[in-house]
């Protein structure tokens, strides 16, 4: 600054001495040296400015090149005006031999290394010729190096108008191979992440706020027997019902931000054809950044299995028990029970002219008959069972106890309906077993209808083919809901002068022949009673074909098997 400012003060001297010499008036002259001082001082403003202005495209120049977008601006005529060190790297092209150049002309006139890029370059031509937007185009650019690299590019037009061209464009350009690679690797975990979401063989879903359902696992769709819609309500989808369960625990999460669990039963839906489940419910909570439930995960665990082997181990250790209680009642009532029998019939046969004797004898028989049964019941359920298994067909065996039980349905004036499949395999099973099982249950329909009433009884092969189902319907008063839970306890009982043994005598006997049964209550009343059987896999056995049984078979029944096995009163 200083050497300008002496030439200026020198120059002003020399003028104003010039001015002295031509004979300028004094006044003239001082006008005139005022007006270069003032034209001095303008040169002087317009240099700050002129550096500033120059300060300023230093910096936006540094500013371009410090960032890794690759920035291409051209002017109006479609030369480039801005080549950044990002678009140099880029395109393997310096800066000082596209600057001013049209960028058609860089495309024909200068040698890229790569086929790859002068593609790139064309296909960015051709977006700007198109004198419109063209927003986050991507572009694989394939090296000779055998790199690969995924480019994005935008072009935005200067005007004021978004398809014109007239105040040039702007493109910019983006290596996001890193991006891409994250964006694979990140599609990839998530994958692996569904695969083993899907894998584990145990229920999994995700709840918001709402009770919504967000996810879930293949296992939770197994359980439930049918698809999951998301956005559905998790109750209404696991429970069938209209509003958040009472015990459920994903309500205690979202409250307390703490896992909860519960143990539900878990009804599938009507026509998945499985059983009722007992699951174990686990909730655990999904936070955010600001330590709040959004979501609850529920882990569902089958534990029906589990349930079930402590049930029957319940129920064996009540056996254990009711074995001695057995021994104790064989050996200290029935003993006595022969003398007092015998005392009877020999009163009755001494006095039988006696009608208050008769009528006493006979009351102490069928008393002493009834608590003969009881002690029989006890041993039989105590017992282990021996079976003699052979094939069995199921419709003789039906008809054979309907036959026995045709004076009691006359007496309750009940009417019987059969329906029978024609066609159907055998079972393999105990006869005399499968036997009593059904009179029991034929019983207790029987006594269920002490106003009279209709009896049905159907056979049909199940849609797999792998079963047999006997479907045994009465119509009258049905089972009480309080009592639906307790019908097969060990000594339940609705009945006055019945044992509670009878279903539990049901119950072991499919048991052991792998059966089920199904307590059923129709909406028009009365107890549909389902069992079923597996079937024997081989040529259909007609209903009129009676089961045969060959010698050695025969030999292994016990003598005591001969006599018609006596029914059971709940």
């Known amino acids: 600054m200083l050497p300008v400012r002496i030439k200026w003060i020198k120059m002003r001297k020399k003028i104003y001495h010039s001015l002295v010499r031509t004979g300028f008036p004094r006044n003239l002259r001082q006008k005139a040296a005022g007006r270069v001082r003032r034209l001095a001082g303008a040169l002087r403003t317009a240099g700050t400015e002129e550096r500033r202005y120059d300060d300023a495209l230093r910096h936006m120049g540094s500013l371009l090149d410090s960032v890794t977008t690759g920035i291409i601006s051209l002017d109006g005529e479609g030369r480039i005006r801005i080549f950044n060190a990002a678009a140099e790297k880029l395109f ?5 031999m596209v600057i001013g150049r049209h960028m058609s002309e860089i495309g024909r006139i200068m ?7 002068r593609a790139l370059w064309e296909r960015l031509s051709d977006a700007v010729w198109a004198a419109g937007a063209a927003l986050d185009l991507e572009y694989d650019l394939l090296l000779k190096e055998n790199q690969r690299h ?3 590019y935008s072009v935005y037009p200067l005007g004021r108008m978004a398809w014109s061209t007239g105040d040039g464009v702007v493109i910019m350009l983006e290596d996001i191979t890193r991006k891409k690679e994250m964006e694979d690797q990140i599609s990839d975990a998530r994958k692996r992440l569904l695969a083993v979401f899907d894998g584990i063989t145990d229920g999994i879903q995700v709840i918001d706020s709402d009770f919504c359902i967000t996810a879930a696992n293949k296992s939770m769709t197994g359980l439930l027997g049918r698809a999951i819609k998301f956005g559905e309500h998790c109750f209404q989808a696991c429970a069938g019902d209209i509003k958040v369960c009472a015990d459920c625990p994903a309500r205690e999460t979202f409250r307390t931000g703490q896992p909860a669990s519960t143990t539900k039963k878990l009804l599938p839906s009507a026509n998945s054809g499985s059983d009722e489940r007992v699951v174990e419910l686990s909730t655990f909570p999904l936070l955010d950044r600001g330590g709040r439930v959004v979501q609850v995960v529920e882990y569902i665990k089958d534990v029906t299995e589990r349930v079930r082997f402590a049930e029957r181990l319940e129920q064996s250790r009540r056996l254990a028990e009711l074995g001695e209680m057995a021994a104790r009642v064989a050996h200290e009532v029935r003993n006595p029970l022969n003398a007092i029998i015998g005392a009877a019939h020999y009163l009755s046969t001494e006095y039988e002219q006696d009608e208050t004797v008769r009528k006493f004898t006979s009351l102490i028989n069928r008393q002493a008959t009834r608590v ?4 029989s019941d006890l041993l039989y359920v105590s017992k282990p069972i021996r079976m003699c298994k052979t094939a069995v067909n199921v419709n003789a065996l039906v008809d054979q106890v309907l ?12 009417s019987l309906t059969r329906d029978q499949a024609t066609e159907m395999p055998p079972i393999h099973a105990d006869e005399l077993q499968i036997e009593q099982a059904l009179q029991n249950i034929l019983r207790n329909a029987v006594e269920s209808m002490a106003e009279g009433g209709t009896l049905r009884v159907e056979t049909a092969l199940t849609a797999g083919g792998d079963a047999i189902e006997i479907r045994i319907q009465d119509t009258g008063q049905g089972i009480a809901e309080r009592d639906r839970e307790r ?12 044992t509670g ?3 539990t005598i049901v119950q072991r006997v499919l048991n052991n022949h792998g059966g089920k049964i199904f307590m ?13 059987l597996p079937a024997v896999i081989e040529s259909p056995v007609r209903s009129s074909e009676f089961r045969v049984m060959d010698d050695a078979a025969a030999e292994e029944i016990p003598r005591q098997s001969s006599v018609r096995i006596q029914q059971t009163h709940l």
């Open 520 to 532: 059923e209550h129709p909406e028009t009343g009365g107890t549909r009673v389902v069992v079923r």
């Open 150 to 152: 995924v480019i994005t």
């Open 372 to 375: 003969n049964q009881v002690a």
């Open 111 to 117: 040698g890229f290394d790569d086929q790859s890029l």
């Open 403 to 414: 036959d026995s039980l045709c004076e009691q349905l006359q007496d309750h004036h009940i």
């Open 92 to 96: 393997r092209l310096p800066r000082v």
């Open 501 to 503: 043994l009878g279903l």
């Open 487 to 498: 019908i097969f306890q060990s000594f339940f009982t609705t009945k006055v002068k019945g």
